[in-house]
């Protein structure tokens, strides 16, 4: 009696106007037409969204986290990318 | 995301485990960090999570057919649009909770298949019928009431996908238990007849709710490791006991009696309760309840009938699939 797989979706939903679509959770959908169907019962039944995007799960491609030392160290020895780094005279006031 | 693109083989062979990992995998947890899918993993963790959150995603699903029963009988139109919106709402916890048990590597479809056959377990609570209307203010007010003492904790749980689904769940499940509270207030307010509903709803509750938060401390063999890795972070008699003190004062409030003759508040201001019917609560489990037949035969009978939409749409996505790598090839 196995069922077979249905595709897996993820669900992005833009809050309000202005604001970027943010990751709400995932959903099972056999196309795209029903997977947005799904995601707007699943996921907005409170007025929580504006927009939505559903994005095939297979079509990610993430960073392994176990390597996330190594991906993201460029940007942890470089302090020089911050403001704080450099310094602006009492005199000058805010910058 | 995770359970098809990635983490395929993790899992498989992590039996053989290594100490310095299950170290740091404890320190993790210890210094309230949460893991994530893709994170390493002792196989007892990811047994234990696929295990709980896949039996709270049933327990929402059946949870389903106690108040879908009353759904055309509601005494109102207010009424009736009210439970409707809870019954969808149980069906969307459901949802969100398989997509966080699919995390660790399991799929919706075989999770759902071990429960269909009896091999997964779901709250005992819904093995209990749903007599009267009053039944519906019950499960709202109480079976809610101990869900989100249940549930608060569990938002702040050491696994991420399972936190953030109880964060949306609790958000939503507030306005289930003010909407059985009201039932009951509106009932209790009413006429004898009407008042004796909810007494008799409030007998036949009251105890099998008690039993909802689970075995007593001493008698529970998933609570100490639960405990370490922060899956739980208050005892079965702990939540109990809030519950029931949270809870004495609105059955004062209805003017109803809570059936325990033997209940007193103690120096604390904590209601001590009688001693629970633990044969009744293993009743249940084994699958003697007064429900646990139907409600089995009514998810397979909803599964099998819904398997022709499920086959169709497949098929349809699979034919314009199809005709587009045509039209591309043309």
């Known amino acids: ?95 | 995301m995770y359970t098809q693109a990635l983490n395929t083989s993790d899992g498989d062979n992590s039996h053989i485990e290594d100490a310095a990992r299950s170290a740091n995998f404890q320190a993790r947890i210890d210094a309230d960090e949460r893991i994530e899918p893709n994170d390493w993993m002792p196989a007892a963790y990811r047994k234990t999570l696929t295990r709980q959150i896949s039996q709270h995603a049933h327990s929402e699903i059946v949870g389903m057919l106690p108040e879908g029963n009353w759904i055309t009988r509601a005494p109102s139109l207010r009424r009736k649009a009210a439970l409707l919106a809870k019954v969808q709402d149980e069906c969307g916890h459901g949802l969100y909770l398989y997509a966080a048990a699919e995390t660790l590597g399991t799929s919706r479809e075989e999770l759902v298949d071990l429960m269909l056959a009896g091999k997964s377990r779901y709250s005992s609570i819904f093995n209990y019928p749903t007599l009267t209307w009053a039944d519906i203010g019950a499960i709202g007010w109480l079976v809610d009431g101990a869900a989100i003492m249940n549930q608060i904790p569990l938002c702040r749980c050491s696994y991420g996908p399972y936190a953030r689904a109880m964060i949306r769940v609790c958000k939503e499940e507030s306005f289930h238990q003010r909407q059985g509270f009201e039932i009951m207030v509106m009932l209790s307010k009413g006429t004898e007849e009407q008042k004796a509903m909810a007494q008799s709803a409030l007998d036949r509750w009251w105890w099998p709710v008690l039993m909802m938060f689970g075995p007593p401390d001493k008698a529970s063999q998933h609570s100490d490791t639960s405990t370490k890795w922060k899956i739980k972070r208050f005892s079965n008699d702990e939540l109990r006991q809030k519950f029931v003190d949270a809870t004495v004062p609105q059955a004062q409030f209805l003017g109803l009696t809570i059936p325990d003759p033997g209940m007193k508040q103690n120096a604390n201001g904590n209601w001590e309760y009688s001693a629970i019917d633990w044969e009744e609560f293993n009743q249940v489990l084994a699958g003697n309840g007064p429900c646990n037949r139907d409600r089995l035969a009514a998810r397979r009978k909803a599964h099998d009938d819904g398997a022709w939409v499920r086959e169709a749409a497949t098929a349809y996505a699979e034919k314009r699939k199809q005709r587009q790598h045509a039209q591309a090839a043309e």
Not at chain 1, 4 to 9: A, E, I
Not at chain 1, 53 to 73: H, L, R, Y
């Open chain 1, 1 to 95: 009696m196995a069922t077979p797989n249905m595709p897996l979706w993820e669900v992005f939903i833009r809050s309000r106007n202005g604001l970027a679509h943010k990751h709400v959770g995932s959903l099972h959908a056999a196309d795209t037409t029903l997977a947005l169907q799904a995601a707007r019962d699943i996921y907005t039944r409170r007025g929580e969204g504006l927009s939505i995007w559903v994005v095939p799960s297979n079509a990610i491609t993430a960073s392994d986290p176990s390597e996330k030392g190594m991906m993201f160290e460029p940007a942890e020895s470089k302090i020089y990318r911050h403001p704080t780094f450099y310094d602006v005279p009492d005199e000058v006031g805010h910058m």
